[in-house]
């Protein structure tokens, strides 16, 4: 299960993924790992699924990935989103959407 590393871009911080890019990934769990792997700078990950926004191909909930970046080096309420995802457990697929 090799997904195709077109591009190893100079990325935003080392996220993995372009804009925009639609990818595969074989569970949540794997797609997390993979971002924790990029070690994108002082990211943190969160996930949140929300029942607002569904997934056109098959209606399912979709699962947001967050991907934050601290700013500076004060408290963590001064924050950046670096890249947000979407992810839909029933097409196993993922697209960065920021
Ligand atoms: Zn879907």
Redesign the pocket.
Known sequence: MVHPARVKSKGLNGVPHLPFQEFAVPSLEAFLSVLKKAKIRDSEIEVSSSVESQ?T????P?IHVLVMTAKGSGPAEYRDLAALYQY????R?AVRIL
């Open positions: 997934h191909m098959c209606s399912r979709l839909c457990p029933g097409c697929t």
